[in-house]
T-cell receptor, first 112, second 114 residues
Framework: DAKTTQPNSMESNEEEPVHLPCNHSTISGTDYIHWYRQLPSQGPEYVIHGLTSNVNNRMASLAIAEDRKSSTLILHRATLRDAAVYYCILRDGGNRDDKIIFGKGTRLHILP | EAQVTQNPRYLITVTGKKLTVTCSQNMNHEYMSWYRQDPGLGLRQIYYSMNVEVTDKGDVPEGYKVSRKEKRNFPLILESPSPNQTSLYFC?????????????FGPGTRLTVT
């Protein structure tokens, strides 16, 4: 079973910010939160990751709750090219057994 | 260019005919992994490898084999394919195991077993 829970789908208007939530209530102290996205007809691509502090990169920002049981991927100004399935996963930094469970992700629709 | 390549990209085969899907990366990555993607089920990990000669089962390993004889290659073997293995397959690699390393995915192989 996936260790994370995400809404099946979300909609947003073009050029507006998008907040994609992820719940990971059973997260352990050594789990890192990773986000990937999959554009139509492509393989998944890395977006961002973090442990405790909020993180920013050129693609997005990651806001992590203080108790780490949830996180939010923020796309600051959505474009039509951001329409994709977004996956939130946990990767265990303390365990050498690195099985990865993706889950079904959130399908993001961008309205022009 | 840093990349993960998969071959073939498309394959139609018949039940029981052994096949191999190749995966190669040119980034000297230690960690490699195979996933299958089916409608409504998302991405599921089949097998992964933390380094040469080290492989382990993911969530859905039944009916698949892998080997990791060289660091750059991680072939997926279907000894006796069945129709329920019709799927979209992705290979991925990352620098090492764990937390801080992003995975790079290949373009996918669409397999149809009739």
């Amino acid at each position: 079973d996936a260790k994370t829970t995400q809404p099946n789908s979300m909609e947003s208007n073009e050029e507006e910010p998008v907040h994609l939530p992820c719940n990971h209530s059973t997260i352990s102290g050594t789990d890192y939160i990773h986000w990937y996205r999959q554009l139509p007809s492509q393989g998944p691509e890395y977006v961002i990751h973090g442990l405790t502090s909020n993180v920013n990169n050129r693609m997005a920002s990651l806001a992590i709750a203080e108790d780490r049981k949830s996180s939010t991927l923020i796309l600051h100004r959505a474009t039509l090219r951001d329409a994709a399935v977004y996956y939130c996963i946990l990767r265990d930094g303390g365990n050498r057994d690195d099985k990865i469970i993706f889950g079904k992700g959130t399908r993001l629709h961008i309205l022009p | 260019e840093a990349q993960v390549t998969q071959n073939p990209r498309y394959l139609i085969t018949v039940t029981g005919k052994k096949l191999t899907v190749t995966c190669s990366q040119n980034m000297n990555h230690e960690y490699m992994s195979w996933y299958r993607q089916d409608p409504g089920l998302g991405l599921r990990q089949i097998y992964y490898s933390m380094n040469v000669e080290v492989t382990d089962k993911g969530d859905v390993p039944e009916g698949y084999k892998v080997s990791r004889k060289e660091k750059r290659n991680f072939p997926l073997i279907l000894e006796s394919p069945s129709p329920n293995q019709t799927s979209l397959y992705f290979c991925a690699s990352s620098l090492s195991t764990g937390f801080a390393y992003e995975q790079y995915f290949g373009p996918g192989t669409r397999l149809t077993v009739t």
